[in-house]
């Protein structure tokens, strides 16, 4: 094509463009008259302006509309840009008709690429333009301009309430008269059936007079996620959202935390916060982090108000606390009842506000009071002022700094790595800092086409640190002077290369230099911008916080560069080493738990955080947070202690990724699925390359059954060329899931050549061959997987994999085999508790009951904080216990303790959980006569694939569903009767083709056949 | 954001006097601008990530990085104004956008896997083929150049009709037309590279 040709071509397309769709063809007909190979190219070209509207071109283009002073919309003409934030930007503009200044607001027009997302803003719009009342802002139009949606309201002049609650707590009077006046206003959009959702004191406006205006109703929908879908898709918002979310957090309603649907009781939560803060001066629910704020809306109650403002109307706390309630029931059910119960305290109000001002002091003295109140406000904020713009902190608490290697000039190598490593831990106690991440420095250093270990220079950590969007990078260096030492610490702007804080100390010998190097680093914190009360607070001393042992320090830094690169396996024998030079050195211990429990060996690593606990009083805050949380997550398996550490943890460090992933992973095993992916989805922002946070996302995402998003998150991870093993297993889930035998092997072939990891692959395989009922093959590969963990040192998981098969060959009713297997895994690892609360389950259902009642007995005594210990494995061995006394009625009273967790995560399996208990259940359910109840208990499993995946458990479900069903046909007449034989007879034949090939001899799979012949 | 009356985060004067001042020698002025042009360089880099990733923040910081650290490395050149910036902006982010998406091509030809840009930049491919985007538009260029800056405008630099207009000294009608046939011509050839 020329240049020519296409400006032809360009010329009549365009015109077509501009005409209806329906006249084009008369159009074209003329204009291409004499020349039908244009009039093709043209026709060629419009035929794909359908699919342009939904390809890249569109959704991409125009991230924003921009109006210019002049642009016309209607009968406005804009005047000036009066504001810009993330969701548009707001305009003053004249209706040249009326004469007024009116405000247009213009959406990005993201809102507008989803039709049904525009209909539904129209819609909302439409109707928040209908209200008509003084506390509601008035919309007068609304309209699309270049595909962007715009709204036309009235313009304000005067302030969001957001301002006058920064400057303090409202006089008590204030607060009910704007109280009542939002009151009014939502009564009045309630009326119409129009609910806020998203009402804070940025959305309220207070106008120059007084008058208090509700802004933006309809629109709070657009910006929320559509459906609960939608809500649990893996959504991140963007950096700078997230702290319109954390806002916005602290006035939603449990109910919208939930993500359930929420009705006009949620506007008056928010309302009951708004009001709460307007008289406290500080919000109801404020944490540091918003899933923390999240946590505090579902759980706690607000502080009273009146430890923070004395004198407070009772009756006007009560109204406070009436809308804060957690049920929606329990709220005021309508605004226009809270309107009035409001209107009523307005009277008293008034004399009440001015004796929560005064006290009891009389009138006569009220002017000395409130002047010199009045002056101190004025010199605090003078002085405020001053504070800011002399004293402004180098760093803040959003910027990230990357440390650098040590330059070491001493000759002596054992400062090398030890030092930064030091440091580290100083620079990490600190809440207001935060490092790097490890695995974020490996990334860049990748993009930075050096390899993963290289050294720190200064040269190298600047690019480093701006290419990672760091604020900062901390260069130290040591260097001998006679006997003694100087340590220098430099914090350098990585974009300017200016200094912006240094220190120097001297050390008068080797054994000096950690706590000079701890002073130092303490003193560059509060240089840095961090508030002396936290320095002070989080400042272990170095050689307490650590080592005292240089040696020991050394070895314990180099096991990370050892892990980063070969894996824990690899980086074991340094941290041991670093045991064996200082055995105080309780992060080493901690460490070396983690990398034990990564080598899924939960005894040794049980050991180790044992040990760390003890000691953790060598370490340093942060550090014994993380000893004690790993300690009560792993050691004594108290979860709800555990899960308050975390919180603790992240309170102090709100920027710590572990203790969010922790806290996650904590939740799971309750089966609080949903908070653990919140949690963790918090982790992601805060470390975006942390490969642990995709390795629990896909795990959260397969339990809630989740499948596509399972996939994405793999796919996300691997797109950032992060991947391991768990994402493969997660593969291998979604490959067993979707019958996928040949994605199945592949994935099975990821791990080839990994040693301390093929036993679990092939217990895997095994598993899956069972749950198929081909239990030769599945036996062999048991072999297998227990011989390869014996070659790798870890006996205990060849030890698990033995005690999973004999639970499984005692519920396909091969008890002999079941018995034998379970006392092979005890043999193997005599101290594990994965193995024994399997081997005791696996006895009490193959009809040893003392030797199953032996083992429960010693697991009741050494694990007896253990959560799941308590409340899931010993009731299930109990039930069991009870069923073969042919006793299902304590069977199932036993049972009652494992419902509140009963879909949590189990640690030491591969898949979430084989969900035992529940099937007991259904078991005794069955015995007990109770049809409809054995069916629901084992559909649970059916129902739950994504956590069930391929265990064994998932395959008899289906034959329990069919004995449920067969039973209640037994138990009920007429239609009931037959509809459950049908439901019945489907089931059995679901369960006799999943088996179509199995090994025939499997009694339980005879007994299947029998049954089935017997019902048809 | 309220609908009272509020200072305008962004006023286009600023800009462009740093920039000045930058051209004029004052290495901090480019600093100083950062901020400001942060937001409009996000913006443009959001687009490829939205709907995306999970973990598009840091993909389009990334990229939004890589745009300044090329645009410090290319030194004070001559900026006529924000516009005249944004479309500089504009055409760093198609090279990056394009390089990576042939890297990642070549990559996989050859078998290894060697990213020069963070691989957080991962944007979804399948979506928009960059390498067949940029084809296009080159070939778009041999037919009508002012078309063809104009995507690149539109598309990488995120700039309205306005800006766009403002940029090339076009009036927004003949932006707007031209736009609109570009976009036809251009995923007409995109999709007839892909079928091939």
Redesign the interface.
Known sequence: ???ER??Q??DV??KA?ELAPGERSAFLNQACSSDPSLRQEVD???A??D??RS????Q?????????AG?RLGEYEVKS????????E?Y?ARDSRLGRDV?I?VLPP?VSSDPNRLRRFEQEARAAAALNHPNI?AVYQMGTY?GAPYLV?E??????LREPIRRGRLAVRKAIDYGVQIARGLAAAHEKGIVHRDLKP??L?VTKDGRLKI?DFGLAKLTQPQSSSENSA???T??TEAGVVMGTVGYMSPEQVRGQPADHRADIFAFGAILYEMLAGKRAFQKPTSPETMTAILNEDPPGISGVTPNLPPSLQRVVHRCLEKNPEQRFQSASDLAFALDALSDSGSSSSDSAVHGATGAGRRWKIIVPATVTGLTLSIGAYFVFFHHKPKLTDKDTIVVADFANSTGDPIFDDTLKTALGVSLQQSPFLSVLPDSTVT??L??M?RPPDAKLTPDVTRELC??A?SKAYISGSIGSLGSEFVVGLKAINC??GDSIAQEQVTAASKEKVLEALGEAAAKLRGELGESLATVQKFDVPLEQATTSSLEALKAYSLSFGVYNRDGSAASMPYLLRAIELDPNFAAAYNEAGISYSYLNQQGRAGEYFGKAFQLRGHASERERLDITANYYQNVTGDLDKAIQVFLQETESYPRTTEAYINLGIAYASQGQYEKAVEIT?HA??LA??DIGCYDDLTNFALDLQHFDEAR??IQ?AH???LDNRILHIGLYALAFLGTDPAAMAEQQQWFAGQPNYENLVLALASDTEAYGGHLGKARELTKRAVDSAIRADNKESGAVWQANAAVQQAAYGNAAEARQTAEKALKLAPASQSSEVEAALAFAMAGDAARAETLAQDLGKRFPLDTQMQSLWLPAIQAQLALDRKNPVSALTALRATTPIELGNISWVVNGSCLYHVYVRGEAYLAAGNGTAAAAEFQKILDHSGIVWNCWTGALAHLGVARANALQSRTSQGADADAARVRALAAYKDFLTLWKDADSDIPILKQAKAEYAKLQ | MSWGVQLSQFPPKTVSELLSNWQAGDEQALHETLPLVYDELRRAAHRYMRNERPDHTLQSTALVHEAYLRLEKQGAAEFKNREHFLAICAQLMRQILVEYARSRKAARRDGGFRLTLDDALAFKTQSVDMVALDDALNQLAKLNAQQSRIVELRFFGGLSIEETSRALNLSPTTVKKYWATARLWLHHQIRQSSDQ
């Open positions: 094509m020329t240049p296409w400006e071509i360009h397309l365009q463009l060629t070209l419009l794909s302006s699919d342009v390809s890249f071109l569109l991409f283009s125009g991230p924003r509309v921009t109006l210019t642009t840009l009066l504001g810009s934030g993330g969701m548009g707001v003053r405000a607001k993201f802002l270049e309201s313009l304000l002049e005067g302030e969001t940025e959305n406006f802004l893996l959504t991140l963007e950096g990334k860049t990748q993009m086409t701006q290419r969007g974009q300017s989805k992601l922002r975006p390359g994405q998150i996300a797109a950032r060329t």
